[in-house]
């Protein structure tokens, strides 16, 4: 298994209309290699001093270390919510051809 020091992995909820839209975005400008749009993710936190429950998707986003904060401004710009959750995990190994090919579909100009 190959390290893989610069591999991200994203996590952002958001709303069923508004998620394929944003996949590809974020896909077409190249700050992220993938991504997985889960559906039918019950949410339940705490907003504005209540409880809410909503029904959203999960995208999950695979990018690398130098794409991350220019996808982050990026989804903070397409992203309806006024907080919307974003969190980046940092990946410790995987698959070494996944990852070379994650690290080439982050390339701005397609080569990496």
């Given at each position: 298994?190959?390290?893989?020091?610069?591999?991200?992995?994203?996590?952002?909820?958001?709303?069923?209309?508004?998620?394929?839209?944003?996949?590809?975005?974020?896909?077409?400008?190249?700050?992220?290699?993938?991504?997985?749009?889960?559906?039918?993710?019950?949410?339940?936190?705490?907003?504005?001093?209540?409880?809410?429950?909503?029904?959203?998707?999960?995208?999950?986003?695979?990018?690398?270390?130098?794409?991350?904060?220019?996808?982050?401004?990026?989804?903070?710009?397409?992203?309806p919510y006024?907080?919307?959750?974003?969190?980046?995990l940092p990946?410790?190994?995987?698959?070494?051809?996944?990852?070379?090919?994650v690290s080439?579909?982050?390339?701005?100009?397609?080569?990496?």
């Open positions: 298994m190959k390290e893989a020091p610069e591999s991200r992995v994203i996590l952002s909820t958001a709303p069923a209309e508004r998620a394929g839209g944003i996949a590809r975005s974020l896909v077409q400008e190249r700050l992220a290699a993938c991504v997985n749009v889960i559906p039918a993710v019950l949410s339940v936190y705490r907003w504005e001093g209540r409880v809410q429950t909503d029904e959203e998707v999960l995208l999950v986003m695979k990018s690398v270390a130098r794409r991350v904060d220019d996808l982050v401004s990026r989804l903070l710009e397409l992203h006024d907080v919307p959750e974003v969190l980046v990946v410790d190994g995987g698959s070494a051809r996944y990852l070379e090919w080439d579909a982050c390339a701005p100009d397609g080569s990496s």
